[in-house]
């Protein structure tokens, strides 16, 4: 069984458009996060949800709205896309959040691609 | 600012050899963390460490966290095409929910 999964896997899309991107979580984890990796590999946290509450809310623009309707799963839309916007995008989990140490557990990644 | 550095950016090597990875952090850490990432894959959990001195080994991988905890060190023995892909650490750091990944090491071993 897939422990983090996201869909789509590619996404492709015109400047303008509003999509969506989900993820699901099956192992029980209190915290999802959204990561962004760029075209230099370079990997920036986005948000992360503990129990469905927001506890991390990078400098992200607000055409980004993250969405978690259970712990389970963390849903990511963006509207009015740009093309600075294509990225691969990295949905997370881990056991708990806030401070502390605790490993992540990444899903496969969405690439999106604005044209 | 970026506050995890890894050097090499980037390390070609003949299977067999030896390598190490290096992260270092501008504060000193909670928890390090390390990860693979395959090429057009997610990242794959290596090892975390917590204490100062402590180092910890899977397979041909040992990784290490210095007494002051702000420097940590993977090494790979007797490397395989099999290890190559981009190695990134992650920080966690006392009284903060923040949690940042280094600028990543590309390693390719040629067979």
């Known amino acids: 069984d897939t422990a983090v999964s996201q869909t789509p896997k590619y996404l492709v899309t015109q400047m303008g458009n509003d999509k969506s991107i989900k993820c699901e979580q099956n192992?029980?984890?209190?915290?999802m996060y959204w990561y962004k990796q760029d075209s230099k590999k370079f990997l920036k946290i986005m948000f992360s949800y503990n129990n469905k509450e927001l506890i991390i809310n990078e400098t992200v623009p607000n055409r980004f709205s993250p969405k978690s309707p259970d712990k389970a799963h963390l849903n990511l839309h963006i509207n009015s896309l740009e093309l600075g916007d294509s990225a691969v995008y990295f949905c997370?989990?881990?056991?708990?959040?806030?401070?502390?140490?605790?490993?992540?557990?990444f899903g496969p990644g969405t690439r999106l691609t604005v044209t | 600012s970026q506050e995890l550095e890894q050097s090499p950016q980037s390390l070609i090597v003949q299977e067999g050899k030896n390598l190490t990875i290096n992260c270092t952090s501008s504060k000193t850490l909670y928890g390090l963390y390390w990860y693979k990432q395959k090429y057009g894959e997610g990242l794959i959990f290596l090892m975390m460490?917590?204490?100062?001195?402590e180092e910890k080994s899977h397979e041909k991988i040992t990784a290490k966290l210095d007494e002051k905890k702000q420097q940590s060190s993977l090494h790979i023995t007797a490397s395989q095409p099999s290890h190559a892909g981009i190695y990134l650490c992650g920080g966690s750091f006392w009284g903060t929910y923040k949690y940042i990944f280094g600028t990543g090491t590309r390693l390719k071993v040629l067979a």
């Open positions: 997370a989990s881990s056991l708990r959040g806030g401070a502390g140490a605790y490993e992540q557990y």
């Open positions: 192992l029980g984890h209190d915290t």
């Open positions: 460490l917590q204490k100062g001195g």
